[in-house]
């Protein structure tokens, strides 16, 4: 079970599932990956209670909750690009 500071329970419990569903191929197409990371991360930008007040701090969230994603299914680059088109995302707002 993936374990987070600072990112409310009913999140945790949201990224463990779609880390499950990766891992166990119940999410097979790259379409439906990609679709349920950026709803993860709508989550995380739109979430009251995770404490971010800068891009930074909302980067390092996404960052963590990312690599452990990538963790659990090194070989699948569907998560890997949608975690770097996010933070790029990211980077670019904050310029």
Do not use: H, Y
């Not at 659990?72 to 975690?83: G, I, P």
């Amino acid at each position: 079970m993936l374990k987070f500071s600072g990112i409310n329970k009913q999140l945790q419990g949201e990224t463990n599932d779609i880390a499950v569903k990766i891992m166990n191929r119940e999410i097979q197409s790259p379409n439906e990956i990609a679709q349920k990371m950026f709803e993860l991360f709508e989550k995380l930008v739109r979430q009251d209670e995770m404490g971010w007040t800068t891009p930074t701090d909302l980067k390092q969230k996404i960052k963590f909750a990312g690599e452990l994603l990538i963790s659990k299914d090194k070989l699948n680059f569907v998560v890997r690009n949608c975690v770097a088109r996010m933070l790029k995302v990211l980077k670019d707002t904050a310029e």
